[in-house]
């Protein structure tokens, strides 16, 4: 079983920049794929970023954060991380870690859909202000 903690969540203005940490404990063998989501009041949960393990190390990203958002992970750590730049009030939301422990292959299309995440941690706050 995979556990999840986000970190790094606050307040910020406009143009500011943030980094998230997940630290994920637990059977990390079977994690192929992490990811971040957000969720904003009265929307539903959007991916943001997704990064395989292993050698091939592909990362996906939201039309919304591409260019201004990283996503990165230290496996010896366990740790996952998104750094977040140029922030504005539409970042606002909640952000969540997401692992997918499966062996099957996740296409390009579906590695930003919350549907095919099994794991998910508490979340933490982001508020951008401007």
């Known amino acids: 079983q995979v556990r999840l903690a986000e970190s790094g969540g606050g307040s910020v203005q406009a143009g500011g920049s943030l980094r998230l940490s997940c630290a994920a404990s637990?059977?990390?063998?079977?994690?192929?794929?992490m990811a971040w989501f957000r969720q904003a009041p009265g929307k539903e949960r959007d991916g943001v970023a997704a990064i395989a393990s292993g050698s091939f190390g592909f990362t996906n990203y939201a039309d919304s954060v591409k260019g201004r958002f990283i996503i990165s992970r230290d496996n010896p750590k366990n740790t996952l991380y998104l750094q977040m730049n140029s922030l504005s009030p539409d970042d606002t939301a909640m952000y969540y870690c997401?692992?997918?422990?499966?062996?099957?292959?996740?296409?390009?299309?579906?590695?930003?859909?919350?549907?095919?995440?099994?794991?998910w941690g508490q979340g933490t706050q982001v508020t951008v202000s401007s």
């Open positions: 997401a692992a997918r422990t499966s062996i099957l292959y996740l296409s390009p299309s579906n590695r930003l859909n919350p549907d095919h995440y099994n794991t």
């Open positions: 637990g059977d990390m063998y079977s994690t192929n794929i």
